[in-house]
Each structure stands twice: as structure tokens, then as C-alpha cells.
């Protein structure tokens, strides 16, 4: 099965400070990751998601990279606030006995001090 | 558009317990549905999911149990809670959602077990 690694498991920055989440996966034919945010006692919802035949997206402050070689992707968010304080998960879907199963990060606690 | 609810939101049962939470899925047909467990602090674990009515599939193996009677319809029950069953549930489906599969949450259910 697939096996995401996320890193670092906690993160504090001043405000206005760039924020970089990192993850890497195992499964080469897995073709689609998410980012989930997390708010304290809340659903994860997804924030933005990248597809292999793409090396970068953007929305406003948060951006994903992807480097299919390495297999690694890495969230970006630029000008943090402190909102964007929150627990932070990266995911890859993928194949297993003819099923769509979805593996998650670790999580990543980023901490936005104003 | 496709709506995921869950129920109860939260509930306190003593060790020993049964246990049943309930999942529907709205304005899709066939959904991949998924229970995940979220322990204090912690990542997200998926511990069931289903491809079609009663199809289920574990993931780990624990006192907890899945059933799908009808297509948009994923239960998650036991018969015996133990101390270790505290956690935040989260029911997923894995769907079309603005032209994209990805996958998306319920609003949880907290079970705290005493």
C-alpha cells in the first residue's frame, strides 16, 4: 500500500512568515494529493490538491509543488495569519485489490503567532 | 450537490457499551464511504470501507464493526466498548466534486468512552 511521510510534525511562525509542509509517498503510481486543514475539533476539509501532469498550483496564499521524481509534494502558504493556525494533512489515494483507498500524513500543527 | 452527514455529534458511553454511529450519504448513487478514527492529537486512521451494499473491508483489527444496509447508508457499531475506542470518527466519501474525485467528511462524531 502507499506510506506518506509528513514533516515536520509541528510548526510555529511569526505572522506574515511563509509556512512549508513537506511530504513524501512511496506508491509511483499514485496520480492525485490533497491537502486537508483541520481546525480544533472540526472536519478536515480540503484546501487545494495537485495532479501528477501538473508541477505547481496556486490559490492566493497557499500553493502546492509536486516533484513526481523525487516523489515528494510540499504545501506552501505565504503571509500566514493567525486563522491559518491548524492542524495541517497530506494525502495520496491509492490502488488496492481494485479499490480507491486514501493514505494520510502524519499531520503537521502549524501555529501562526500574531 | 452531495451532502455527508453523521450521527450523534458526540456522545459519553461507559466501557462495555455497544455503539452505533450512522453515516448517509445525499445526492450521489454507489459512493466509496470510509470510516476513519482520529485519537486525541493524532492522525487520521481508516478503519473501514465499502464499496457497495454489504460490501466492507477492514483495515485493522479491533472490536469495531461496519455494516452498509442500503447504498448511501454506512454504520459503524460494536458490541463491547473499550477505553482505547475514544476518538474523534470521521465518515468520508470518495466522490465527483466540482469535476474532481476527492475525498470528503463528515462533520464527526466524538465518542468519549469512560
Known amino acids: 500500500g502507499e506510506n506518506v511521510e509528513q514533516h515536520p510534525s509541528t510548526l510555529s511562525v511569526q505572522e506574515g512568515d511563509s509556512a512549508v509542509i513537506k511530504c513524501t509517498y512511496s506508491?509511483?503510481?499514485?496520480?492525485?494529493f490533497p491537502w486537508y486543514k483541520q481546525e480544533l475539533g472540526k472536519r478536515p476539509q480540503l484546501i487545494i490538491d495537485?495532479?501528477?501532469?501538473?508541477g505547481e498550483k496556486k490559490d492566493q496564499r497557499i500553493a502546492v509543488t509536486l516533484n513526481k521524481t523525487a516523489k515528494h509534494f510540499s504545501l506552501h502558504i505565504t503571509e500566514t495569519q493567525p486563522e491559518d493556525s491548524a492542524v495541517y494533512f497530506c494525502?495520496?489515494?491509492?490502488?488496492?485489490?481494485?479499490?480507491?483507498?486514501?493514505?494520510f500524513g502524519i499531520g503537521t500543527k502549524l501555529q501562526v503567532i500574531p | 450537490s452531495q451532502t455527508i452527514h453523521q450521527w450523534p455529534a458526540t456522545l459519553v458511553q461507559p466501557v462495555g457499551s455497544p455503539l452505533s454511529l450512522e453515516c448517509t450519504v445525499e445526492g450521489t448513487s454507489n459512493p466509496n464511504l470510509y470510516w476513519y478514527r482520529q485519537a486525541a492529537g493524532r492522525g487520521l486512521q481508516l478503519l473501514f470501507y465499502?464499496?457497495?451494499?454489504?460490501?466492507i473491508s477492514s483495515e485493522v483489527p479491533q472490536n469495531l464493526s461496519a455494516s452498509r444496509p442500503q447504498d448511501r447508508q454506512f454504520i459503524l457499531s460494536s458490541k463491547k466498548l473499550l477505553l482505547s475506542d475514544s476518538g474523534f470518527y470521521l465518515c468520508?466519501?470518495?466522490?465527483?466534486?466540482?469535476?474532481?474525485?476527492?475525498?470528503?467528511f463528515g462533520a464527526g462524531s466524538r465518542l468519549t468512552v469512560l
Open positions: 494525502a495520496a489515494p491509492f490502488i488496492s485489490g481494485g479499490y480507491q483507498k486514501v493514505t
Open positions: 506508491d509511483s503510481a499514485s496520480n492525485y
Open positions: 468520508a466519501w470518495f466522490g465527483q466534486s466540482s469535476g474532481a474525485n476527492v475525498l470528503t
Open positions: 465499502s464499496v457497495g451494499i454489504g460490501q
Open positions: 495537485i495532479r501528477s501532469n501538473v
